[in-house]
């Protein structure tokens, strides 16, 4: 049975179970409370890589942490010798761990170059390290040369030599001028991978003294350069094209080896004129799409992450106009070792059985060797319970005290791989590691894993109980997996509730309860839908969830698979997503995803930007007839909105050119239609698309289309006749445009006749007006008119009559019997005798009443003074009117006036009418005077209206408390002629408010209100209350007072208290701005990333002169290199320092007021 024990989140707790019908294998696990008293042999953590390149100025630090139980000792051998540390000074091993640190001094750094391993051991066995090779890094220095000019016939190819200096690690090359800017490379000039410049046909622009080549060495951060090459293009006796033909690789094939899991390279470049283009493709096959990338202008093919299927032929084509060229690479496919199954640590109980397997691919094949603590097991003592099969170690019947590491080692001319494996024979009672009572939650209708984390040797059996009473076995509902973990396949809320695993062995028993919570899905009920929208306007989409109420749902929105936008025309709100402002980058489709801490839901919608459809296209006129043609066009595009209809218009080039107007419309389906035109039109056609946002722009308009001339087809429209004086009658019509003509010579006929008169028609032919006038009619007589439109082909058909009427005269008589019935003082109705109709001489528009105030009933007839003039009309043929807002007890006068469309007759005889009274106004004024403690003067005025005979007036007043609450009221009269009053018996202090009234004999006309005090002994008492007597007043107060204390007290004791500056932030304050970013891939210079804390902040700043003081930062520029190192060597190269270690020297303090280095000046042409 095989059993696998894993890492449970939460428990760190790892148990790796691992069984066969002759293996078992156990590792144990990495909880502390377990591995406490459990021996352990050695095992190797951390190692650096098996090739370290080192910097001079900076120590060599060989990284190797193992663990074990007991603590492992460590121990290094240098070039398959014992390394003896405490011998030499400059080489210690950090405590706690095996890490070995080598102090570099002077010269003496590639002493200590070779190949190193650590060896990490205790009681229980010995595991090794790789072997880690260790290299100093180099930039040795060009080698001196002369460089002899160059000069090239215009057309020829021309390769320029790098050749670098080999540098480990390699360098990288770029070729620049002589101001260190990079020299363009295009098709044809470019740089191969071997750092020569390649140039397929030299132009006359090539010609140049300066191409230089420069080498950047990565680890030392130097740059040096080749000395200037000088290039002439002699534009005599040009080459002349040619076919192309190839410059790298040479012959007709070549070959290409590459290990399994690097980056393949294949490089063509071509030399003809013109520049030839170059394509790629594999024999049988095809390039693989996703780890494929052409790059260096088509020259350079580059497959990542190579497999044995990339072996085969890779045929590179270069073309021009001339012909073509080809070349076949074979590449084949090595392997270093590579992994199918690595030896894993194997724990075993005594007399169990059990095995190592150390299982690797490669090509060739590798060959596998087995060590046992760091010795060769070929040569270790015989051991009947061990047996080695190839690949394989097998165990049986082992015994307490047989534990050992093993190592594997497996190698072949491209690379070795070692991995260390120990057995450990234990023999302990069941452990369960998963946490007692802990709480499993699992949404309904998933499955739910209850894990039960064990540990024992020989390795425990796991049961499960549910309930402690219901024992669990595998059957539809649960499955007890091998590493103890109960399934249940489909959780429902049932399954809920308390369960039980017990693990059992020969050494004992334990047991561990956890719980199961089945909650409710999480679900989105009301999901986003899809949307259109124009730009600038608002949108939104709605995701409404439903949840387990003991969840806390969180709702996140992504657009197209990425957060949304940083924008704050996006707002998520609790139920959806609401966007302003739409523009076209927010087109696209919105995802909302709702997660809790056990499940997530999602829903997705698409956002579409819709805008006006583009104008049509290719307009043509087909089908040409007398008065029709085919119009057809291509549609343009719909902007994610269908085109509902197209519109076409027409321009009259003959009689209105600019000018289009409407002809017809078609559905959005259609691109074609067919046209009925008019005669005697030079048309010209235009179509525009509809769609829900809007039309689009006019389309270009059509060829002209003419046709010829025809008779009118219509007459002139909204013909009239109307009299404007009396005696003539006016014929008007709206004139035929240019379009309606249908030819030349346009004219009109009208014709006229008194309407049921025996006499024929009148008729009269005009041409470029739209009106005629008939004179010496009688008036207001009714006229049948006609107007026909002529032109040089015809006339036009028939027209129907229209009536009008001659021109009217002034009204001859004045309406009789006029009386008027008062119904109260400010109304009064009229009645008259209408007129007969023959005496209005035109169309009765009804009757105007004239009426004004003479005087009022109490006013002598010498004291009036006549009022305005009021006019009431009355439309048609009325006899009676409402005369409104008269004033009472008046005197009134007024006549009547009939009207027609001319204007009014001669009036009516005067009519005098009288108005009752009525209720009197208010008092002009009332004002209290004179207030004492107990009383107070009243003074009014009369109403300005009495609007009849004052009888006298009525005053109420009453007190006023201070919450505005009215006391009981008293009610006094006074006489016509009274207009003041001393009220007495009052109280002092005391608001009284006064209502005084006038009356007539129809009763009291409005109030007017007035308020006043009584006097007090000190002062008028005010309505207002004292704000400061006011409770909530005083305590707001204090709370301010007691608030301005605490600020006060914590001010004082912050500055007492005082602050100070991190040291690490002055250092950054004071950094060198020359250092800029340095790229490895391109060669151009970038930031330089030391791996110690001593790099400098990138964004940092120094001091405007340059220096940096040693007493404002320990890691200052100064520190680093030579102190401005970069200066050229005498065979013209230059080395640049960008940075380094901190130079431990004595002049700390020194402050260095050197020029810049050469490189650092290039980091922006880099």
């Given at each position: ?517 089945v909650k409710e899905p999480t679900r989105i009920i009301k999901q986003p839908e899809y949307r259109e929208v124009q730009k600038g306007m608002s949108t939104g989409f709605e995701c409404t969830v439903k949840h387990d109420s003991s969840l ?615």
């Amino acid at each position: 049975m095989d059993r696998n024990r894993k890492w449970v989140p939460g428990f760190g707790a790892v148990l790796f179970i691992f069984m066969s019908h002759m293996t078992s294998a156990l590792e144990v696990p990495l909880d502390p409370k377990v591995l406490e008293g459990l021996p352990q042999p050695p095992t190797i953590t951390v190692q650096s890589p098996k090739f370290y390149v080192f910097d001079p100025r900076d120590n060599i630090v060989i990284h190797c942490e193992a663990k074990g139980k007991p603590q492992p000792r460590f121990s290094w051998t240098r070039n398959g010798t014992h390394f003896d540390v405490e011998k030499d000074p400059n080489v210690l091993i950090m405590p706690g761990v095996g890490t070995l640190v080598i102090e570099i001094r002077g010269e003496m750094s590639e002493t200590y170059e070779g190949t190193y391993q650590c060896i990490a051991h205790n009681e229980h066995g010995t595991a090794l390290s790789n072997n880690i090779v260790v290299r100093q890094s180099r930039s040795p220095l060009w080698s001196k040369e002369r460089n002899v000019a160059i000069v090239v016939q215009m057309g020829f190819s021309l390769v320029l030599q790098c050749r670098p200096p080999a540098g480990l690690p390699p360098p990288v090359i770029f070729w620049m001028d002589s101001t260190f800017r990079r020299l363009t490379q295009d098709k044809r000039i470019s740089q191969a991978l071997n750092g020569d410049l390649y140039i397929s046909n030299t132009l006359p622009e090539d010609t140049r003294n300066d191409y230089i080549c420069f080498a950047r060495f990565p680890s030392t951060q130097t740059i040096q350069q080749k000395q200037p090459v000088s290039v002439t293009v002699l534009e005599s006796n040009p080459e002349g094209e040619r076919p192309p033909g190839f410059m790298t690789p040479l012959g007709a094939t070549s070959t290409k080896m590459v290990l399994r899991g690097d980056t393949l390279n294949l490089e063509c470049i071509a030399e003809g004129l013109p520049t030839p283009d170059i394509t790629w493709q594999k024999e049988g096959g095809e390039l693989p799409s996703s780890r494929t990338s052409i790059n260096n202008f088509q020259k350079l093919l580059k497959i990542s992450d190579v497999s044995e299927a990339d072996a085969g032929d890779y045929r590179c084509t270069a073309s021009n106009s001339l012909g073509s060229a080809h070349h076949i690479i074979k590449v084949t496919v090595k392997a270093a070792p590579f992994w199918i199954s690595a030896p894993r640590n194997l724990i075993l109980a005594p007399n169990e059985t059990g095995m190592l397997t150390c299982r690797v691919g490669g090509e060739p094949k590798p060959q596998i060797e087995w060590f046992i603590n760091g010795a060769p097991l070929a040569n270790a003592p015989m051991d009947i319970s061990r047996k080695v099969d190839s690949d394989t170690v097998i165990f049986s019947n082992v015994q307490s005290g047989s534990s050992a590491v093993y190592q594997c080692n497996a190698s072949n001319e491209f690379g070795y791989l070692m991995a260390n494996a120990f057995v450990s024979v234990l023999a302990e009672p069941p452990r369960v590691l998963t946490p007692s009572n802990y709480e499993y939650q699992v949404i309904s209708n998933n499955p739910a894993l209850l894990h039960c984390a064990s540990f024992g040797s020989p390795i425990p059996t796991i049961t499960w109980f549910k309930d402690s009473h219901t024992s669990i076995n595998n059957d539809d509902s649960y499955v007890i997996h091998e590493n103890g973990t109960l399934e249940i396949l489909v959780a429902q809320p049932l399954n809920s509730g308390k369960y039980t695993c017990i693990a059992t062995n020969n050494l004992g028993i334990k047991e561990n309860h956890v719980y199961l919570r089945v909650k409710e899905p999480t679900r989105i009920i009301k999901q986003p839908e899809y949307r259109e929208v124009q730009k600038g306007m608002s949108t939104g989409f709605e995701c409404t969830v439903k949840h387990d109420s003991s969840l806390v749902p969180t709702m996140t929105w992504l657009k197209d698979n990425r957060e949304l936008p940083d924008d704050k025309r996006f707002k998520v709100t609790k139920d959806g997503l609401t966007i302003k402002d739409v523009t076209d980058k927010d087109e696209g489709t919105y995802t909302c995803i709702v997660n809790t801490t056990l499940d997530q839901d999602s829903a997705s919608a698409v956002l579409s930007i819709v805008e006006q459809p583009d104008p049509p296209t290719d307009l043509e006129l087909t089908d040409q007839a007398e008065r029709s043609v085919q119009l057809t066009w291509t549609p343009g595009d719909e902007h994610n909105s269908p085109t509902q209809k197209f519109l076409i218009q027409y321009e009259d080039l003959l009689h209105e050119p600019r000018v289009w107007n409407n002809l017809t419309e078609v559905p959005g389906t259609s691109t074609t239609v067919q046209l009925h035109l008019s005669p005697y039109v030079y048309y010209s056609f235009r179509v525009l698309a509809m769609n829900q946002v809007g039309y689009s722009q006019p389309s270009q308009p059509s060829h002209q289309y003419r046709t010829n001339p025809a008779a009118p087809d219509v007459n002139p429209s909204d013909v009239q006749a109307v009299g404007t004086e009396p005696g003539n009658l006016v014929i008007s019509w709206t004139p035929l445009t240019g379009f309606q003509s249908n030819g030349p010579g346009l004219e009109y006929r009208v014709q006229w006749k008194q309407k049921d008169a025996d006499e024929g028609w009148s008729s009269q032919k005009v041409a470029n007006v739209s009106h005629f006038i008939v004179s010496g009619t009688p008036i207001y007589v009714p006229y049948e008119i006609k107007v026909q439109a002529l032109n040089d082909y015809g006339s036009g058909p028939e027209p129907e009559p229209v009536t009008g009427f001659s021109g009217e005269g002034l009204p001859l008589s004045a309406p009789d019997n006029v009386h008027v019935t008062v119904h109260n003082g400010t109304l009064a109705e009229v009645h008259w005798e209408p007129v007969s109709l023959p005496s209005v001489q035109g169309k009765l528009q009804g009757y105007k009443v004239y009426y004004y105030r003479k005087r009022g009933l109490h006013e002598e007839e010498q004291e009036a003074h006549q009022l305005e003039e009021n006019v009431l009309s009355f439309s048609g043929n009325r006899s009676e009117g409402r005369l409104p807002g008269l004033q009472p007890y008046s005197v009134y006068n007024l006549f009547i006036r009939v009207l027609n469309n001319k204007g009014e007759g001669p009036p009516s005889p005067g009519k005098t009418f009288e108005t009752p009274e009525g209720v009197p106004g208010p008092p002009s004024f009332l004002n209290a005077v004179n207030p004492s403690l107990d009383t107070l003067t009243l003074e009014w005025g009369p109403p300005l209206n009495n609007n009849g005979r004052l009888a006298g007036y009525t005053l109420k007043y009453q007190p006023v408390n201070t919450t505005s609450e009215l006391g009981p009221v008293k009610v006094m009269t006074f006489q016509a002629n009274e207009t003041t009053t001393t009220l007495g018996n009052l109280n002092a202090s005391m608001l009284y408010r006064f209502n005084l009234s006038a009356r007539t004999i129809k009763g009291s006309g409005p109030i007017i209100v007035q308020e006043a005090f009584t006097a007090m002994d000190t002062a008028v008492p005010s309505r207002q209350v004292d704000i400061a007597t006011q409770g909530w007043f005083i305590g707001l107060m204090c709370a301010i007072a007691l608030l301005i204390l605490v600020l006060l007290i914590v001010c004082f004791i912050k500055r007492n208290k005082g602050g100070k500056y991190p040291v690490k932030e002055k250092e950054d304050a004071h950094q060198d701005p020359e250092i800029q970013p340095m790229k490895e891939d391109d060669g151009t210079f970038g930031e330089y990333s030391d791996t110690e804390d001593h790099k400098p902040l990138k964004g940092s700043r120094t001091p405007s002169n340059g220096t940096v003081r040693r007493d404002e930062s320990d890691d200052s520029l100064v520190d680093y290199g030579e102190g401005g190192d970069g200066q050229f060597n005498e065979d013209g190269s230059f080395i640049g320092q960008y940075s380094g270690k901190k130079e431990k020297d004595t002049h700390e303090g020194n402050e260095s007021s050197e020029a810049p280095s050469p490189v650092n000046a290039m980091n922006s042409f880099v």
